[in-house]
């Protein structure tokens, strides 16, 4: 009878949920658009002053777009010194690639957008945005938790912190007003 080497199992990859795990970027942006949105509406939103809804979403709007050329063109910046690429074409994609900060913006946007009209005030459509946000702030630590191989636990409080930054926005948006 022959008795080989024994063999220790071979590490597995950690687990991951269906699909690709997102990149990096995506990760970051999503998390800084979310914040920023809820930062600005917040910001714009202030009591005495007349409300203009549509022009506070214009703001949250062409902040995120800056934002996200902004970071973009940093991520060129900071690579030129380590790359020989260069030109238009790589800048244009940095940019773009932070889509995601501009998406994270957009329930923001849209929510700010449904008081134009009258359907509800400001007010309600900003808090209702900070709400949402900071859910999607949770929502989106717990899934990339999970995406990382995290288990449920694990996961929900990765959710659970990354909530505390919409809940530390509300909370200093109801003491600054």
Known sequence: MHH??????????PRQGPGRRPAETTL???VYGLVLA???AAALDSPGEAADPGSDALWVLLTALASAAAHGYAHVVAHRLSSDRSGAGVGLRAMLAEWPVVAAA???????????????TETEAVNTALVLN???????????????????????RAGAA??????VII???ALIK
């Open 4 to 13: 080989g080497a024994h063999r220790l199992p071979r590490p597995t990859a």
């Open 28 to 30: 970051f942006s999503g």
């Open 38 to 40: 809820s930062a600005l």
């Open 106 to 120: 957009a329930p923001t946007v849209v929510l700010l957008l449904t008081a134009v009209p009258s359907w509800w």
């Open 134 to 156: 900071t859910l999607l702030l949770a929502g989106w630590g717990a899934w990339t938790a999970r995406r990382a191989g995290r288990g449920w636990t694990a996961s929900l």
């Open 162 to 167: 990354d909530m505390l930054i919409g809940l």
């Open 171 to 173: 909370v200093a948006n």
